[in-house]
């Protein structure tokens, strides 16, 4: 429907130009008022229809373009939900962020900006070369000429800008994940003194991705300014070959129509320009992600830990000796092991909680969105948290409380979920042994007896 509306827009504009310069060639020659009547008709006509047109075009390109989006988000999460959470060890956060928003952003568009144009272009090339034909055979053939070194020189820029664009995706990602990497640790590398060779390696960055950047964009500019040439260099064809004995109105009409043929044809070098920045996009959604390949002891992988409901088991051993390894193969997060027919019904607590901006209550309602404000402050209270509001206001990752609270609000959300199997990954590190022990035995406790796997540093948790 998009391909199809935007040629119906094409041939609008191009009768438009044909009949208007038709009218003011023959108003020219003093006609009779009724022998300009059908031409003025048709020119308000193909004007409404040209807008209209449009209109349409850019409301089906847009749903288009989000239903392109939908498809990449849904195709990033099954790239991403098997990887989790060990398979990213290669990749940063801020690395991951950059990445994803910019090969969203070229994904999602090259439907509508390059795909639509690409394949409207084609059948307006075939149709004007048939009208061309049917006035004089030369005129077809001239304009063949000039369409085809438009495709040429188009698809030469297409290969030299992909070539470019990887480049410029390197370095445009390598100092996007600085400057996330840079912002996340603010307050660190003030306390160090270090922002001068900040600025300077930011500056360096910064100077190395303009370049790659100016190179992309100076041979589309290139290709854009002899695109704009080229219709004009037709003309000159036209002229060359002769009126051949038409009007002087209908050679106006052919020369200004011929114009307007063009108008599909002028955006092959923004259609190479986008192509190669989504194929680069496509290219590294689609590629498997790099990742460290972990893998747990023979001793490990040979045992079965066996849970009832109510049962609870600590697992304490000294920082780096595998604790948090072994939990994600346990539940799953590692091809080593997983949850035997139980992995709808556990949740997964980890040391470092994520939890999401919004109030206290958006973070509770997140496990369970059917909960009673009554059934949240109970948990809260459960969890050591019982002065905090629902309504208080937390930025993401928790920023506004500290770590501990950020781990109570954890375990609270964590209560309310009422699964039958709760794995947890040191999931109090930042408090003290006695919150531990309490926050320990309200998951024994919880009304529903859930099975508890408890992983802890602490020898007398």
Excluded at 265 to 292: D, F, H
Aim: charged fraction near 15%.
């Amino acid at each position: 429907m998009s391909i199809l509306l935007s040629i119906l827009c094409w041939f609008s504009s191009a009768a438009l130009m044909g009949i208007a310069g038709y009218l003011i060639a023959l108003a020219a020659e003093r006609p009779e008022l009724a022998a300009l009547s059908l031409g003025i008709v048709g020119v308000r006509f193909f004007g409404l229809s040209r807008g209209a047109f449009r209109y349409a075009d850019r409301l089906f390109s847009h749903s288009l373009a989000f239903r392109e989006l939908k498809k990449f988000r849904l195709h990033l999460y099954k790239t991403l939900e098997p990887l989790v959470p060990y398979k990213l060890a290669a990749i940063s956060e801020s690395e991951m962020l950059s990445r994803i928003s910019a090969d969203a952003e070229e994904y999602k568009s090259w439907m509508p900006r390059a795909g639509v144009p690409l394949f409207a272009g084609i059948v307006s090339l075939i149709i004007s070369v048939c009208v061309l034909a049917y006035f004089h055979p030369h005129y077809s053939l001239c304009f063949l000429a000039a369409s085809f070194l438009m495709i040429f020189v188009s698809a030469y820029a297409f290969f030299l800008i992909k070539k470019h664009a990887e480049e410029w995706g390197i370095s445009n990602e390598t100092l996007s994940e600085f400057s996330l990497s840079v912002a996340h640790g603010m307050a660190e590398k003030k306390s160090w003194g270090i922002f001068e060779k900040i600025s300077q390696t930011w500056e360096s960055l910064g100077n190395a991705e303009e370049g790659k950047r100016k190179k992309v964009y100076s041979i589309y500019c290139f290709a854009e300014i002899f695109s704009l040439a080229l219709p004009f260099l037709c003309l000159a064809g036209f002229f060359f070959i002769g009126s051949k004995n038409f009007l002087f109105p209908i050679w106006i009409g052919i020369l200004l129509g011929t114009l307007a043929a063009f108008e599909l044809l002028q955006e092959l070098p923004y259609i190479a320009l986008q192509s190669a920045l989504s194929l680069n996009a496509k290219k590294r959604v689609c590629n498997p992600i790099p990742y460290t390949p972990y893998s747990i002891s023979q001793n490990f992988a040979t045992q079965t830990i066996t849970l009832h409901q109510g049962d609870a088991l600590i697992l304490s051993a000294p920082s780096g000796a595998g604790k948090t390894l072994l939990a994600n193969s346990i539940a799953g997060f590692l091809p080593s092991g997983s949850v035997s027919n139980r992995t709808d019904s556990f949740v997964f607590l980890e040391q470092e909680p994520f939890l999401f901006t919004g109030t206290i209550k958006d973070n509770l309602l997140f496990a369970n969105p059917n909960a009673a404000d009554e059934e949240m402050q109970s948990v809260l209270q459960r969890a050591g948290l019982k002065n905090f509001s629902l309504d208080l206001w937390i930025g993401e990752k928790g920023f506004g409380l500290s770590g501990g609270e950020r781990q109570k609000l954890s375990a609270a959300r964590a209560m309310l979920c009422n699964k039958n199997l709760i794995i947890a990954d040191e999931p109090c590190a930042h408090l003290p042994a006695e919150d531990e022990k309490k926050i320990f035995n309200e998951f024994v406790n919880l009304p529903n007896k859930p099975a508890v796997l408890w992983f802890s540093h602490r020898n007398n948790a």
